[in-house]
């Protein structure tokens, strides 16, 4: 069946660092994929998302590129701020909506 | 449009009491569904509904009931209460299923705790 697998966490990172949050899919047909964030109490937030191969979906300086020759969804950024500490939830959308199981992100001043 | 709302945004229940926790959206949302959020595992889907009238079971259905009697509403009833029940729920929406490219938009969560 369909999966979404994406990297433990926490990552602890210094602001203006590098972000790559990896996250691979399994998945029958051609599904949505999304990038959801979710701050301290609050609810899932769509960040980011692609419809189709070889499209990159982006905001708020986040990028993700659809790559289906590796079934891959990975989150970048290029410089984090503090603002960014969040949990990054990587999705996928076929029959049903699929969530990974969350990586937690720490930035540090 | 005020999007998914949810209430209440915090609740404490006795072991064996019974609650529904409301869930309403105002964009005219077929699917709808409710979620788990528990510590180290994400997101589990508890019950979902492709439409007025028609719910079906998720992941971890067991001690939930769900109903859908409009576009707008759908609530989550806890029968008996367990402590295993302590979690986070979220409902979200989405237009559609079909043909599964659109996103699910959520709520702010109710924070439940079981004693």
């Known amino acids: 069946g369909d999966s979404v697998t994406q990297m433990e966490g926490p990552v602890t990172l210094s602001e203006e660092a590098f972000l790559t949050i990896n996250c691979t899919y399994t998945?029958?047909?051609?599904?949505?994929l999304f990038w959801y964030v979710q701050y301290p109490g609050e609810g899932l937030q769509l960040l980011l998302k692609?419809?189709?191969?070889?499209d990159k979906g982006s905001n708020k300086g986040f990028e993700a590129t659809y790559r289906k020759e590796t079934t891959s969804f990975h989150l970048e950024k290029g410089s984090v701020q503090v603002s960014d500490s969040a949990v990054y939830f990587c999705?996928?959308?076929?029959?049903?909506?699929?969530f990974g199981s969350g990586t937690k992100l720490n930035v540090k001043p | 449009n005020a999007g998914v709302t949810q209430t209440p945004k915090f609740q404490v229940l006795k072991t064996g009491q019974s609650m529904t926790l409301q869930c309403a959206q105002d964009m005219n949302h077929e699917y709808m569904s409710w979620y788990r959020q528990d510590p180290g595992m994400g997101l589990r889907l508890i019950h979902y509904?492709?439409?007025?009238?028609?719910?079906d079971q998720g992941e971890v259905p067991n001690g939930y009931n769900v109903s859908r009697s409009t576009t707008e509403d759908f609530p989550l009833r806890l029968l008996s209460a367990a402590p295993s029940q302590t979690s986070v729920y979220f409902c979200?929406?989405?237009?559609?299923?079909?043909?599964?490219?659109?996103?699910?938009?959520f709520g702010p969560g109710t924070r439940l705790t079981v004693t």
């Open positions: 692609a419809t189709k191969a070889d």
């Open positions: 999705a996928l959308s076929g029959n049903k909506f699929y």
């Open positions: 998945a029958t047909g051609y599904p949505s």
């Open positions: 509904s492709v439409g007025a009238g028609i719910t």
């Open positions: 979200a929406s989405s237009y559609s299923m079909v043909p599964g490219r659109y996103e699910q938009y």
